[in-house]
């Protein structure tokens, strides 16, 4: 089962989770990713949208690596996913004002209703690493190896939604 994984330096002192299942912004993520290829889904139209008709720098947001590291140039390449947190809070308050403020731009997020939820919740995250850094990572076989590390920032135990 795919998950997603938040993590800051200096480490939180508790686990960072979402109340809810992040898999919809995991979906912003990946669709965000393959925007300059001229996909077309509701998701890289938002991307889109952020860039181009608010003039957001969606760079932050689009930084992460999948943890499920192969190799050397993998384990380089999710080293490097991590960024100032600052930055990413910057990027994804930006986001949310975009979603308040104009409802063409909102329209594009409704395909997943809970996705200004976990941008808000993503951006205290950020807020909470202050100084710091931050990195989003994903694995899409989680929980599928024995013994495997990490806890993602799916749903808590009293919100099981993720």
Same mark, same amino acid.
């Given at each position: 089962?795919?998950?997603?994984?938040?993590?800051?330096?200096?480490?939180?002192?508790?686990? @960072?989770?979402?109340?809810?299942?992040?898999?919809?912004?995991?979906?912003?993520?990946?669709?965000?990713?393959?925007?300059?290829?001229?996909?077309?889904?509701?998701?890289?139209? @938002?991307?889109? $949208?952020? !860039?181009?008709?608010?003039?957001?720098?969606?760079?932050?947001?689009?930084?992460?690596?999948?943890?499920?590291?192969?190799?050397?140039?993998?384990?380089? !390449? @999710?080293?490097?996913?991590?960024?100032?947190?600052?930055?990413?809070?910057?990027?994804?308050?930006?986001?949310? $004002? +975009?979603?308040?403020?104009?409802?063409?731009? +909102?329209?594009?997020?409704?395909?997943?209703?809970?996705?200004?939820?976990?941008?808000?919740?993503?951006?205290?995250?950020?807020?909470? =690493?202050?100084?710091? $850094?931050?990195?989003?990572?994903?694995?899409?076989?989680?929980?599928?190896?024995?013994?495997?590390?990490?806890?993602?920032? =799916?749903?808590?135990?009293?919100?099981? =939604?993720?």
């Amino acid at each position: 089962m795919p998950a997603l994984f938040v993590e800051t330096e200096p480490p939180s002192p508790t686990p @960072l989770r979402f109340s809810i299942d992040p898999q919809p912004l995991l979906a912003l993520l990946s669709f965000g990713i393959a925007e300059p290829y001229g996909t077309q889904h509701p998701l890289t139209e @938002l991307i889109r $949208r952020f !860039k181009t008709g608010h003039g957001i720098d969606v760079g932050p947001l689009l930084t992460f690596y999948d943890r499920d590291t192969e190799d050397a140039e993998d384990v380089a !390449k @999710l080293a490097a996913a991590w960024q100032s947190a600052a930055a990413l809070g910057e990027c994804v308050g930006a986001m949310r $004002r +975009a979603l308040r403020e104009d409802n063409e731009t +909102a329209g594009f997020a409704s395909v997943e209703p809970t996705l200004p939820q976990l941008l808000e919740e993503l951006e205290a995250m950020a807020a909470g =690493a202050g100084t710091g $850094r931050i990195q989003i990572s994903f694995s899409l076989t989680w929980g599928d190896r024995p013994g495997e590390g990490g806890e993602p920032a =799916a749903a808590d135990a009293e919100n099981p =939604a993720g």
